[in-house]
């Protein structure tokens, strides 16, 4: 069926790309939003997302910090993959903001309540979500959070080949990292899908240090009031562009101050030697095809010929999407690995948060990711192969380099 909004009909909207005429500059808009109605279809539901995250990231500091006093919330999935209370109450908590203003919309998420109810965390989850959640004088009880949970797990919805529209949420994109105790850049990030395209993204990193800005004088005297450190929130819309804003008085449970809105592009990098490399944690340079052409270094002030530089890299897929939207990074680059699968909330949010700011994201082949090919549950990404994130120029050069490689390692 098609999914509808309560108020009226989606439609589809394909990703326009910004004008690479744009200057490179600064762009400052003190509001909720750094664009309009007029020139966003999907305002209100990007308005709720922008909330909710925030709310989010509110959240995960807050656990966290609970979590390295006490040790007692974490836990581990059957996957081995480290899991706290914070990836629960996200998955409930935009849930249930995002399923009381538009309730005809579906979730699809990582998590469901089965490992809540048999590791004994409800209580936890519970209040983790009452802290934050925006109801009034009925809070929410743990029946509606466990539900809320599941309503974005594999059994919460089931779609069919008909076109539809629903949201994509990775509660914390990074967790372990998260519950490493170090600053990683874990990532809340949710978007929206219509018809098989993302129409919004929004992230949340709250442990950002990097200032992605160019900022004169007078307003990095302006905004001395933001510590380092104090995170950003990321937001894209099609057809109006990628923005930031610092996001440490949310997580610091300070009143809202006006942070202005920073425009974001990606890097001006046309020669590949030239480029910021990001890959994977887990991975190492000689794994990927583009070794056999070129070595590499994390220095940036000793580079030699045929070396490439490799930035600092960090936890989560979605935080190297921030870099290349930043123009931290010129590219991320994700290699093939057979058996696995890959999720859509591992990049959704990342594709828009890219194309907007002017770069492009494919597979190794040069495809689309395919949000609806996994008709039934919109949980996969189809081709799984390997994806390459860049700010656009670099992207025709490096698929040629990738496919007239003879050294693609596979796992």
Partial sequence: MILVHSARHFTTARFTQPDSALPRRRFCVRSSLPFGTEKANYYRELEAAVDVVERACALCVDIQSSVLSTQRRIVEKSDQTPVTVADFGVQALVSLELGKRFPLIPLVAEEDS????????????????????????????????????????????????????????????????????????????????????????????????????????????EEKSSPPGSGIIMVAHTGCGTWTKRLSSVVNSTAKMPYSWTRCFVDGSCIVEEARFSITDSDVWE????????????????????????VKSCCGSLSKYIMVASGVASLHMQRVKVHKIIKAWDHAVGVICVHEAGGKVTDWKGDELNLAADEVGRRNIYPSGGILVTNSTLHNPLLEMISSSSSTVSR
């Avoid at 009034?136 to 919460?156: C, F, H, M, S, Y």
């Avoid at 967790?175 to 809340?188: M, R, S």
């Avoid at 052409?293 to 490799?310: G, H, K, Q, R, V």
């Fill in 287 to 310: 794994s990927f095809p583009l070794s056999s052409l070129f070595s590499s270094t994390t220095n940036a002030d000793c580079i030699d010929e045929c070396e490439i530089l490799l």
């Fill in 114 to 221: 089965a490992f809540v109810r048999s590791n004994n965390l409800v209580e936890p989850v519970l209040n983790a979500v009452l802290d934050k959640s925006s109801i009034g004088e009925n809070p929410w009880t743990a029946d509606e959070v466990l539900e809320a949970i599941d309503r974005g797990g594999p059994k919460g919805f089931a779609f069919g080949a008909q076109p539809a529209t629903y949201w994509v949420l990775d509660p914390i994109d990074g967790t372990k990292g998260f519950v490493e105790g170090n600053p990683a850049l874990y990532v809340v990030g949710l978007a929206l899908v219509v018809d098989g395209e993302v129409v919004l993204g929004v992230m949340g990193c709250p442990n950002w240090k990097n200032d992605i800005s160019n900022k004169s004088a007078p307003e990095v005297q």
